[in-house]
């Protein structure tokens, strides 16, 4: 299924490009814009990455960790909700969807470290 050249052009020009690269695996620190009354502030959800879909109208999902209580967002890579995005860490991972870390707890949950910066260079 293609997409209509117009839409398509519509979506490059609505695409972000003020993005960081990250894949599945990172821990992010996601600057959500939070509207209170006649407010707004910018809130925090950190967590691990554990899928990213591409595409026009692309998502990833943020997992993270609250009193003991799994907590799942996801984010549109093209929201005004989205303020900005900021890599924290890379674990190593094997997987493009890491939806297996749902059902882990406690130590059996722990990812193994890696430096991505230096690996691309």
């Not at 695409?15 to 821990?27: I, M, N, S, V, Y």
């Not at 707004?40 to 943020?62: K, M, S, Y």
Request: glycine share 6%; hydrophobic share 35%; net charge positive.
């Amino acid at each position: 299924m293609s997409i209509h050249p117009v839409m398509q052009r519509l979506a490059e020009k609505l695409k972000r490009t003020d993005l960081p690269e990250f894949c599945a695996g990172d821990q992010v620190r996601v600057q959500v814009k939070s509207k209170e009354g006649d407010k707004e502030r910018l809130q925090a959800f950190e967590g691990l990455v554990i899928a990213i879909n591409r595409g026009p109208q692309g998502t990833f999902t943020v997992r993270k960790m609250s009193f003991g209580q799994g907590v799942e967002r996801i984010f549109p890579f093209n929201s005004k909700v989205v303020d900005r995005i900021e890599k924290i860490r890379s674990y190593r991972v094997r997987r493009a969807k890491l939806f297996y870390i749902r059902s882990l707890r406690g130590k059996a949950a722990r990812l193994k470290e890696v430096d991505r910066e230096h690996a691309k260079k």
